[in-house]
Structure formats: C-alpha cells, structure tokens
C-alpha cells in the first residue's frame, strides 16, 4: 500500500509538472492546439467533399461515411505517435536539461519515468482529441453509433505492441542520440498499410500481407467498429487477442534491447550525450 501510495504521488508530480509547462509556454500551447484541430477541419472539409453524393462500399463495414472515416484515421495516428515518441522523448529531455544521470541516481527508475510521461502524455492527447472530435461530430454532422467502453479497450490494447516498438525506438536512440529509424519505418508503414486515410482492400494484393503484420491495422480496423458501428467485446475479439499476443512479443523484446542499449551507453561513457 505504501509502494502505491508513493507510485500515485510520483505519477500526480509529473501530470501536475507537465501541467505547469503546458501552461507557461501558452502561445506554444495555443498555436499547438490550433494547429491540430485546423489539421482535422481539413480532413474534414476533404472528406465532406469527396463525399458529395458518392458511395463507398469497401467502407461500408465501418459506416460508409467517409468523413467518419478520415477523422478516426487522424485520431488513431494521433495515439501512434504518443505511443512511439513518448519514451526516446522522455530520454532527450533528460538530457538536454543535463539532468538524466541525477535523475538515474534517485529512487525513480527508468520504467517509472515511462510510465509516468507515458500516462500524462495519454491522458492530455485524450482530452485534446475528445474535444476535437466532439466539435466535429458537431459541425459536420458525422454518424457515429460508439461503444465507449470497447473503444477504450481497443485502444488500450493497441497500445501494448505500440509500447513495445516505442522501447526499441527509445533502445536506438541511446546508441545513436539522434535519428529513430524504427519509429520512423513504422509510423511510415502504418500510414501507407494500415488502412488509415483508404481501405487496405485496395491495395495490390502482393503487398497486403504487411498489413497483417502491423498491430496497427488491427487497431485502426476495431478503433472504427467499436466508435463507428458500435461493435461489442464479443465482436472484435479475435483482433484483440492478436493485438495482446504482438505485445507479448514486442515488450519484453523492446525491455531486453532498451537493458542491452543502457548499459552499452554507460560502459561507454556516453549516457547523457545527446
């Protein structure tokens, strides 16, 4: 009880710190928010456009409302870059402030400071996008029917393999300091293979097969059922169980080459370079 109580502690420290940055820097917080939210207008407007009377049938298992379509698409890439960025930035920032090897010194490990930026990072890029998405739902009339609860879930699962590419992309970038070309190759991957902006159906079949093997397009495809179509646990359970298996695999490889990483960089002598 002791040992959660100090967790809970810790874990409201940095919401609260990350509170207190946000909001010093309010221009930057502002045009931040600006920014994202004229980057889904846009979407939007495409999709209100594209739409005009045209019927999408390879779609039409989420909806068949385009703009419907393209707005979750942008939200799901918006937790995959949380996901991916989150750890390798928590190690840059230590570093540029010089204060990592302190840091390393206290009785906060390092999966504590995941942890916490990852759970502070979650919880304002779900506040930001709730918002977002409800004045869109608003201004452009968008049909949803959403299992809140299975899009919760959706997406926490999602994040298990995520979590775990987002380790090793954090393993790299001790070694090389900067450039992350495994976050880079996958947020790529995901953004041409996953079925985010078109179906993965029209893609040529010689190719689709890697669609299947990025938990993404698990994520993407049970995000739009459960918040489009209003599917239950029941109905989309065989991806959320390839979803847990990816991460199964993917975090204890992504821990093991993060350990191998740490301790190549503190032989070295280059921890805190960046």
Do not use: H
Not at 139 to 151: D, H, R
Not at 177 to 197: A, C, E, N
């Amino acid at each position: 009880m002791e040992n959660f109580i100090k967790f809970a502690v810790k874990l409201f420290g940095f919401i609260k710190r990350d509170v207190i940055i946000w909001f010093s820097y309010r221009t930057q917080f502002i045009l931040g928010f600006l920014s994202g939210f004229v980057g889904i207008i846009q979407f939007g407007l495409i999709g209100k456009f594209i739409a005009g009377g045209n019927y999408f049938p390879l779609i039409e298992k989420y909806g068949g409302d385009i703009l419907a379509y393209f707005i979750t698409g942008s939200v799901f890439m918006s937790y995959t870059n949380l996901a991916l960025s989150t750890f390798k930035a928590s190690i840059q920032r230590e570093q540029r402030m010089g204060t990592l090897e302190y840091f390393l010194l206290s009785d906060t490990p390092f999966w504590q400071l995941f942890t916490f930026n990852f759970l502070s990072g979650f919880l304002f890029t779900t506040f930001n996008i709730l918002f977002i998405f409800s004045a869109l739902v608003w201004l452009f009339s968008v049909k949803i029917n959403p299992n809140i609860f299975g899009s919760f879930l959706v997406l926490l699962v999602v994040m298990l393999p995520l979590i775990g590419i987002g380790l090793i992309s954090a393993a790299i970038i001790l070694i090389t300091k900067r450039g992350d070309p495994v976050g880079w190759i996958y947020f790529t991957l995901t953004g041409l293979f996953s079925g985010i902006y078109y179906p993965v159906e029209i893609m040529p079949k010689f190719i689709r097969g890697i669609s299947y093997l990025l938990p993404s397009t698990y994520g993407m495809d049970l995000l739009r059922k459960t918040l489009l179509k209003g599917y239950n646990v029941v109905q989309i359970r065989t991806g959320l169980l390839v979803m847990v298996i990816m991460g199964l695999v993917l975090i204890p490889f992504g821990v093991w080459l993060f350990k191998v990483s740490f301790n190549k960089a503190r032989k070295e002598g280059t921890l805190a370079w960046y």
